[in-house]
């Protein structure tokens, strides 16, 4: 399985933006998958993550400003992010999880984004 992240840019603080994740290849039904970035010069963090049931959790600091959505036909899945401020700059990271052995871990190359004025 191979996951492309796109949708990544420059953006003013305030602007929205929309990070996609396409999944190629045959994935077990039963999964999470996780919307992850890091900050240049931080540790890894997870943003977003979304059950295969559309169960959803996210960091305190995005609560209300980002929302994770999935599309289960398509193995896709997004991040909606709005009223983004200048300390989500960073490369954002997709990630599936499986959830029945032997629990493999996909993740695609990072997507970045810049706010800035």
């Known amino acids: 399985v191979q996951l492309q992240a796109s949708g990544g840019g420059l953006v003013q603080p305030g602007e929205s933006l929309t990070l996609s994740c396409a999944a190629s290849?045959?994935?077990?039904?039963?999964?999470?998958m996780i919307w992850n970035r890091q900050v240049s010069g931080k540790q890894r963090e997870t943003v977003a993550e979304i059950s295969s049931v559309g169960k959803t959790k996210y960091a305190d600091y995005v609560k209300g400003r980002f929302t994770i959505s999935r599309n289960n036909v398509e193995n896709r899945f997004f991040l909606q992010m709005t009223n983004l401020e200048p300390e989500d700059t960073a490369v954002y990271y997709c990630?599936?999880?499986?959830?029945?052995?032997?629990?493999?871990?996909?993740w695609g190359e990072g997507t970045l984004v810049t706010v800035s004025s």
């Open positions: 990630e599936i999880l499986e959830l029945i052995h032997p629990y493999r871990d996909y």
């Open positions: 290849g045959s994935l077990f039904s039963q999964n999470i």
